[in-house]
């Protein structure tokens, strides 16, 4: 007789994705940080800009590249509404995981940004 398996935590990929962004936003908002804070002011100003960069660089490759390619060369008539089988399918995709660690990791980057420059 199997044993019953007790249920786990689980959070949505969503959530994970902003908790993730979150932390890599705010260790880059404190690297910059100490590199301003040790005099290193050009390569803090540097380092933030590159970091913003990537991240939304990345975002839009993720977005771009991340759909099937089916759904890119879709044609949606205009004016019109969109039937119920053309909508996605999966609930949680790639472009939204990308979005919920972008989303933070670009704010704290930004805030880095306006802070130390």
């Known amino acids: 007789m199997p044993v019953p398996r ?3 935590l689980s959070l949505a990929s969503p959530l994970r994705g ?7 936003g705010l260790g880059t908002f404190v690297v910059v ?3 301003w804070r040790a005099g290193a002011t050009h390569a803090a100003a540097t380092t933030a800009d590159y970091a913003l960069f990537v991240s939304l660089f990345c ?3 993720t ?5 099937p390619p089916r759904r890119r060369r879709a044609r949606v008539p205009i004016n019109r509404a969109v039937p119920h ?3 996605p399918r999966e609930t949680e995709s790639v472009q939204m995981f990308a979005a919920c660690v972008g989303a933070p990791l670009i704010v704290g980057v930004g805030a880095a940004m306006l802070l130390f420059h």
């Open 6 to 8: 007790e249920p786990r």
């Open 18 to 24: 902003a908790i993730v962004g979150a932390l890599l």
């Open 33 to 35: 940080a100490l590199m």
């Open 59 to 61: 975002l839009a490759l």
């Open 63 to 67: 977005v771009v590249f991340g759909q």
């Open 85 to 87: 089988e053309w909508w």
